[in-house]
């Protein structure tokens, strides 16, 4: 007869083992394979850096190869930067957007620069204008920006050596050219050392929230066009005040009952203002153009675009405009823009702003350059710049 095991007593004060839950389990492995993948970060940043360092340390030993004694300025190459950031472009595969990588990629050029110095680049101020964002995309963070008036001050303090490159509004997609400054290249030596692409989004702020306590809006001109339809729908009949920028009319929303103003983003976190209503342009891909200004001009990049002034003397005479025009169309080079301004030598005299593809030291365009010069009574080199890389 086979005998029972014994039950075995339990113990007093003693529980039974149960297994952990499933969902302790789970909690506990996601645990662990976080901080697996943070210790997997920190490794990469640690790599990131020494990297960086490594980076700075050789852009330095390419300044001083090239001069000892030089200033940054005199390291800066424009079109070697667009080469780069063309290079990011082609090797990104993700995640991270072509936007973020290329802004990247702008600081850390911005930095390596100026390990020395900082460059110092002029723009139509106050702080929180466009212009100033168009700096900071351009340039980077690490650059001394400069805050000017009016456009004239801008191309002054460049050619005087005051700051090493300017940036100024040149035209926008929805309004069209700024013409003060085609008009500052007709008296000045300066050179277009590259272009910059910004998309505006403009905002309605001021103190408060409240639309219907608006009373009047200040902003620049061309803001206040960009914005003409919508203000003409939902804020009809209130006055419209032009200023020379538009942070100065997110100063005057900040100081003034009543008032609000255009701006972008920037303009309101330096003015401490609320955004009442986002993204008032009429135009949803609303970008304006600026150039970048310096005292000469900088080797192809490759993909380049050249800005002309020319003059056909005689502008009344049949053909005129058309002989400057047919060496480009006799050679297959696109033009992108051609403006007119009068030339301020005497009265229905004016000169054309033509921006072609090309660089004026690459063929076809070299050729083509030729024999326009030998057709127009003015003919000058603005500059011949990398095209926008975003």
């Known amino acids: 007869m086979t005998r029972k095991a014994p039950k075995e007593k339990s113990r007093p004060g003693r529980k039974a083992t149960k297994s952990p839950a499933p969902v302790v389990l789970q909690q506990a492995e996601r645990t662990t394979g976080l901080l697996e993948i943070r210790k997997q970060i920190d490794s990469v940043d640690e790599r990131i850096q020494s990297l960086l360092n490594e980076r700075a340390g050789l852009a330095k030993k390419v300044g001083l190869s090239k001069n000892a004694e030089g200033k940054t300025v005199d390291f800066y190459r424009p079109e070697r930067e667009a080469q780069v950031l063309r290079a990011v472009l082609e090797r990104n595969k ?45 340039f980077g963070h690490s650059v001394r920006a400069l805050p000017l008036g009016a456009i004239n001050e801008v191309f002054h303090e460049v050619q005087a050596g ?63 066009a960009q914005c003409r339809s919508w203000l003409d729908e939902n804020l009809p009949g209130i006055e419209r005040i032009s200023v020379n920028s538009n942070a100065e009319g ?4 900040r100081d003034e009952a009543g008032t609000a103003a255009i701006a972008g983003q920037a303009a309101a976190e330096v003015y401490g203002l609320s955004i009442i209503v986002p993204n008032i342009e009429d135009q949803a891909d609303n970008t304006t153009r600026f150039f970048v200004v310096g005292r000469k001009l ?12 020319v003059s056909a003397g005689d502008t009344d005479s049949p053909g005129a405009l058309y ?25 229905w005299d004016y000169v054309f702003f033509i921006d072609a593809e090309g660089h004026v030291d690459s063929e076809p365009l070299k050729s083509v350059l030729h024999d326009l010069k030998e057709q127009a009574t003015l003919f000058r080199i603005l500059g011949s710049y990398p095209r926008a890389v975003l």
């Open 94 to 138: 993700g995640p991270l957007r072509n936007e973020e990588v290329v802004r990247l990629f702008r600081e850390i050029m911005s930095a390596c620069l100026a390990q020395q110095e900082p460059l110092k680049i002029a723009f139509l101020g106050p702080e929180g204008t466009f212009s100033q964002q168009a700096v900071f995309k351009h």
């Open 250 to 253: 997110a100063r005057r929303a």
């Open 298 to 309: 900088f080797n192809p990049s490759g993909n380049d675009r050249t800005t002309l002034m």
């Open 162 to 224: 005051n700051a090493d490159f300017g940036v100024v509004p040149i035209e926008n997609s929805t309004e069209g050219t700024v013409n003060n400054t085609l008009d500052m290249f007709i008296s000045s030596p300066l050179k277009i050392c590259g272009e910059i692409e910004l998309r505006i989004q403009q905002h309605l702020m001021g103190k408060g929230q409240d639309l219907s306590k608006v009373k009047r809006i200040c902003s620049h001109q061309q803001s206040l």
């Open 323 to 347: 002989r400057l025009l047919e060496p480009f169309a006799r050679r297959s080079i696109s033009l992108t823009r051609i403006e007119s301004r009068p030339s301020k030598r005497k009265k």
